[in-house]
């Protein structure tokens, strides 16, 4: 739809980091403004309560806008916040975690935690890029989406990958546009691992014939990339190349990892296993995490959604015993490798369970747990605090790291409100700059601390 300029007076930020103002009575999402903007606007969607509208002019800045660093700013949805100070970006998520946590949760966190933040820039070590052959634009394009589009971004560089991830736009248009499966290569999958080693995973919907093996292997070699096949869904990947070309026939061995160098700890992974995209925070993150909990060297602990082990091998350095729990049983077998490869396989176990079935019986059959780490997916962990919430043990002290503070907020309202416990702290932290995408850590422990430890 189009519509004549409205001039609008910018109140707030949302948490998509699209500007808020009001217009004829109803609220308007503005694209591009900040709060205390004064700004013209055109209104590109009309919905009964609320209008969506795109910045064309800023006629009053705020003095927290800076230039947007990415030429590709604004079309490619992979950033919303690069016109924003980054200081002032954070302090809009710690404001957004507080918000959350009271509007759904009803309740405040008795200290706020320092936010955890790193480099703003060149900080994502994981990405899924989208390939399509557009012959409107010239060939194929290898990026992002556009923002709030199916449509792949024509995007020649990206400054919050790598340097070197950011300089392969450009040849991988070439690559893929030169294959003869050009068209069956939907997606590349990509994983930066200690080393700054690059691996590359193509998703391939037919089998790649001999002239495109050679082109690829020569791709890899020039970059120095390790690069994957997928035919299927993630666990199908194979390893098809190292850096030097060789097949895992003519002796190629994957070497993705990353490390944790605070606790001595060596994660190897697949290129499309879950891990963090900002391997410094994580770091920064994970140590935090265990100092909040601040486990005790005779303790049991458990960690749930345990992943590869990110948390769960560093608990065991700390710990007399951890457990791992997990949905995936792949995961826990590459989580239990990583606990033989790291000398730590004697102080913790993993065990594979759906923890969003979980129920008070099959919680207390897990056994006592004296303190416990929850890092769940976007969905929260709405059943297992509901168990925790009517066992009458309950564990000294709880650490929940979140990536979405909208379950957190519902998951700590439960926990408060029925489960006994007291939202001791909570902070953000910045795992995704530039983004409007907010995570978190908050700190449990039991209201009445004397009926606790004399359960």
Not at 242 to 261: K, N, W
Not at 270 to 295: M, S, W, Y
Not at 435 to 441: A, D, K, L, P, Q
Request: charged share 25%.
């Amino acid at each position: 739809m189009k519509s004549d300029p409205v001039v609008l007076e910018i109140e707030s930020l949302d948490l998509e980091a699209n500007g808020v103002a009001r217009h004829d009575g109803k609220v308007v999402f503005v694209r591009g403004a900040l709060p205390g903007e004064r700004v013209a606007a055109e209104l590109v969607r009309r919905k009964p309560k609320f209008d969506v509208a795109q910045t064309i002019e800023v006629l009053r800045a705020s003095c927290a806008r800076v230039v947007p660093r990415c030429p590709h700013f604004g079309v490619c949805g992979g950033c919303s916040m690069q016109h924003l100070e980054p200081g002032v970006q954070l302090a809009v998520k710690q404001r957004a975690l507080e918000d959350q946590l009271w509007h759904l949760g009803k309740v405040r966190a008795e200290v706020v935690l320092r936010a955890i933040a790193g480099p703003s820039w060149a900080y994502r070590y994981r990405a899924r890029l989208s390939v399509r052959h557009v012959a409107k634009k010239g060939g194929v394009l290898v990026g992002f989406h556009e923002r709030g589009s199916s449509y792949v971004a024509d995007m020649r560089e990206c400054h919050v990958l790598p340097p070197a991830v950011s300089a392969l736009l450009v040849p991988l248009r070439e690559l893929v546009g030169g294959l003869s499966i050009r068209d069956r290569m939907p997606q590349i999958e990509l994983a930066v691992g200690a080393g700054d080693l690059i691996v590359l995973v193509f998703r391939v919907l037919e089998a790649i014939s001999a002239a495109d093996a050679q082109r690829l292997r020569e791709f890899a070699r020039h970059w120095q990339l390790e690069l994957w096949l997928q035919p299927k869904g993630p666990d199908s990947i194979e390893l098809f190349c190292d850096p030097q070309g060789r097949s895992p026939a003519e002796g190629a061995v994957s070497q993705l990892h990353y490390r944790l160098p605070e606790f001595g700890v060596t994660m190897p992974f697949r290129p499309t296993d879950f891990t963090q995209v900002n391997h410094r925070i994580n770091e920064v993150l994970v140590g935090r995490a265990l100092r909040l909990l601040d486990v005790q060297p005779h303790e049991r602990v458990a960690d749930l959604f345990c992943g590869l082990g990110n948390f769960t091998l560093p608990l065991a350095t700390r710990a007399a015993a951890v457990v791992g729990i997990e949905g995936s049983s792949t995961l826990t077998r590459r989580a239990t490798d990583n606990a033989r490869i790291n000398g730590l396989q004697q102080r913790c176990e993993f065990r594979t369970a759906n923890l969003f079935e979980m129920t008070p019986d099959a919680w207390q059959a897990l056994g006592r747990f004296d303190r416990l780490l929850i890092d769940p997916p976007r969905e929260g962990a709405l059943e297992v605090v509901k168990a925790l919430a009517a066992d009458t043990h309950k564990p000294a002290r709880i650490v929940y790291v979140s990536c979405n503070p909208a379950t957190l907020a519902r998951d700590a309202g439960l926990l408060v409100h029925q489960g006994g416990f007291a939202l001791k702290a909570a902070g953000a932290v910045n795992m995704f700059p530039q983004t409007s995408h907010v995570e978190s850590i908050a700190v449990f422990e039991p209201a009445d601390e004397e009926s606790a430890s004399a359960a």
